[in-house]
C-alpha cells in the first residue's frame, strides 16, 4: 500500500474545489455577494496567474474569508482558526474550499508546513496576519507568523484591503461598526482591493530582516492601501515611511 505524504501537492489539493468546477461555482457567488454587499472588486488582475503567492488581508468581519475567497480569481487555501473545525459540517465545507485549521494560541508548526507546502507546490495562500476580527475595525498588531512564512517560502506577497463589511450584521461578538468609517467616495458597499505583489527582501541594510520586520513591511502595505479610519496601530508607523519599505527592499 502506498503512503501518499500529507504535505504532497496532491494530498494538498485532495478534496478540494478547483479548476473548471470551482470558476463555474465562483460567478454565481460573486453575483450574489455583488447583490447583497453591493461588493466591488479592484485591481483583480494584479492577481498573478501562477505560482505560490501568500495573500494577506485585514479582517474586520466573520465573512471576510467568504467573500476573499470568492473574489480570489484562483483556488486559495486558508489559515483558519481551529475551533470552527468543530462545528458540525463545517469542517467539511472549509475542506472543500482548501481552509486548514491552526491553533492561534500558540505557535502552530504543523499549520506553518502544511502552509509552507502548499507555496512551495504553486498554491495560494491566504492568512490574515492580525489572527481575529479586529474590534474597532481598524488594523490592530499582527503577529510574527505571516512574516515568517513570507520569508521560509520566498514567494510573491500579495496584500489585500477589505472595506465596507464592517458594516454587515451576523459577526459575532464584535458586532457592527457604529460609526462610519472613511472609505472611497461614492462607494458604501463592501470592496475588495488587490494590491501588487512583492517579495519581502532576506536583508535590509545588510542585515537579515526578522519575521517581525517582515510582518511590519506587509502590514504597512496593507495599511497602505486602506483609507486612513482603517490603519489603525499601523497609521503612525506608516507615516514615518511613506515609501513602499518591500519595493526599496526588493
Known sequence: ?????????????????????????????????FLLFRMRLK?????????GVLVVANHIHNADPILLSAAYPRPIHFMAKKEVFEVPVVPFALRWVGAFPVDRGKSD??????????????????????????????????????????????????????????RLPFNGSKGKAKGELERDPGHSGAQILFGEPFRIPREIDGRRVTAEEATEILMLEIARMLPEDYRGVYAEPLERRPESAAIRGA
Open 1 to 33: 500500500m502506498t503512503t501518499v505524504d500529507p504535505l504532497s501537492k496532491e494530498a494538498i489539493e485532495h478534496g478540494t474545489i478547483r479548476g473548471r468546477p470551482r470558476r463555474i461555482l465562483r460567478q454565481p457567488f460573486l453575483w450574489l455577494f
Open 43 to 51: 485591481h483583480v488582475e494584479r492577481v498573478p496567474k501562477q505560482g
Open 109 to 166: 508548526r504543523w499549520a506553518i508546513k502544511r502552509a509552507l507546502a502548499a507555496l512551495n507546490s504553486g498554491i495560494a495562500v491566504a492568512m490574515f496576519p492580525e489572527g481575529t476580527r479586529s474590534r474597532v475595525f481598524a488594523l490592530q498588531k499582527a503577529h510574527p507568523g505571516a512574516g515568517l512564512l513570507a520569508l521560509a517560502a520566498d514567494v510573491l506577497v500579495q496584500p489585500v484591503a477589505i472595506t465596507g463589511t464592517e
